[in-house]
């Protein structure tokens, strides 16, 4: 490998989304030893979400190089450009269908590099379908000891191999901890693009957190929006917070609106509110008081199941009251939040695995997906023709061309009918919708 005659580790990153490419790009830092040379290695994933350059902006991990490529592409370069470490940060049938194309792109080579892929966050739903469309990496990387545990479970129990999954952390987690109020007192609503989904449910937690802000106008309130209208992240957002905050009629002068890095905006967050996001394992990493709505029930297809247990469900009555949440510290332990607010050796057992394997002799063996044309003939073709590849994961006939970028008059077409998409995702859809209720 690269590795051994240079002493430079390279590293690449697939991502199809900010999220996922800053859950990638950050993964792939933590996982390698400290002290090493690191070349790292960017690829966005052609399709509906992948960022603009604001959002790469606004996420902050630099890459040695970034281009965006469609599936075919990056499987010539990793035909062409070998690396060390792939990690894929991609959604489930990305993820399926680059496994089994990588496995013919590298078929009959000694060496191949090491796969790591796994989730951005909380994992809430999907968990067997999403898990299996990421067997057969080398690494499938659990954030939390309950995560790892419910991921082994599901492998063993279709007779699937187990061993790849490996318990590690959010690699965003970090930042100072909380050493008390600030002035003003801040509270910061963490809105998720698709959580709730509905009008009346986004419109209702929009109109408490202005009511919030009316009660208690001594507090600056913040409004953390993942997105300006127009643009996607991993999930699709029909309904802006943006636009309908518009039609709520002029705010309250101490509600804002606010975009930039999540880690930055807990920087000076008395108390954090959302549904479910992630953003909640931040702030109670950092020891910020965090509260989970429970406004709109507590269900699985909201996500804020998962924080039963937590000690930091409310609803938006109680603090407009003035409560205070206390989370579990036993809950936190097992979602890998650490206590003590450190976890310098949480990718410890993810490192060792990784040097275990770049050492292997003779080279890795080839990947090894649990779907394959024979335990799943019925669903594994469609995952990998959406990547413009056959069921043996070659490239379709008239998939895009592999060996060159598109140019300046088909960048700008795909630019158009990107844009045409999001348009119709964000006000054509919702029409649509509406009218089908009447």
């Known amino acids: 490998m690269p590795v051994s005659a240079t002493n430079t580790l390279r590293v690449a990153v697939l991502a199809d ?44 991990v630099r890459a040695d190089s970034l281009r965006e490529v469609s ?40 060496e191949r590099p090491v796969v790591v892929t796994g989730y951005v966050g909380v994992v809430y739903e999907k968990l067997a379908d999403g898990l299996l469309l990421r067997h057969g990496a080398d690494l499938v990387l659990a954030n939390s000891r309950q995560d790892a545990e419910r991921f082994r479970a599901v492998y063993e129990g279709v007779g699937a191999d187990a061993s790849s999954v490996t318990e590690v952390a959010l690699p965003f987690l970090g930042g100072a901890p909380y050493t008390g109020e600030h002035g003003p007192y801040t509270v910061v609503f ?43 992240t991993t999930h699709l957002e029909e309904l802006p917070y943006q636009k309908l905050a518009q039609k709520a009629g002029p705010l309250p002068p101490n509600l804002r609106l606010v975009y930039g890095n999540m880690g930055d905006v807990l920087d000076r967050t008395d108390l954090l509110v959302t549904v479910s996001s992630t953003a909640a394992l931040e702030s109670l990493h950092r020891r910020i008081p965090t509260v989970v709505l429970t406004d709109l029930g507590v269900r699985e297809v909201l996500g804020n199941h998962h924080f039963t247990g937590s000690g930091c469900l409310a609803s938006w009555g109680q603090l407009d009251a003035g409560h205070r949440p206390e989370p579990d510290a036993e809950w936190l332990a097992r979602q890998g939040v650490a206590a003590d607010g450190d976890y310098a050796t949480a990718f410890d057992a993810a490192r060792e695995r990784i040097a275990k394997l770049l050492a292997h002799p003779g080279g890795l063996p080839p990947l090894t997906p649990y779907y394959t044309s024979e335990t799943a003939p019925g669903y594994l073709p469609g995952i990998l023709a959406r990547h413009h590849l056959a069921p043996d994961g070659t490239p379709l006939p008239g998939a895009p061309a592999a060996d060159r970028d598109p140019g300046p008059v088909r960048q700008i077409v795909r630019r158009a009918a990107r844009g045409a998409y999001r348009h119709g995702v964000q006000r054509v859809a919702p029409v649509i919708r509406r009218m089908g209720e009447l």
Not at 210 to 227: C, F, M
């Open 71 to 110: 599936a075919v592409q990056f499987l010539g370069d990793m035909r062409d450009k070998p690396c060390d470490v792939l990690v894929l940060a991609l959604v489930g049938g990305g993820v399926q269908a680059m496994l089994h194309g990588l496995k013919r792109t590298w078929e009959g080579r000694p």
């Open 17 to 60: 989304s900010d999220t996922r490419w800053k859950w990638g790009a950050l993964t792939a830092r933590r996982l390698l030893p400290e002290g090493a040379g690191v070349r790292l290695d960017g690829y966005l994933l052609r399709g509906r979400a992948t960022p603009t350059a604001r959002q790469l902006e606004e996420v902050g």
């Open 190 to 232: 963490a809105a998720q693009p698709s959580v709730p989904e509905t009008r009346k449910d986004r419109a209702y937690l929009l109109n408490r957190l202005i009511r919030h802000a009316r009660l208690h106008p001594e507090r600056e309130v913040l409004l953390k929006l993942r997105s300006r209208p127009g643009e996607h």
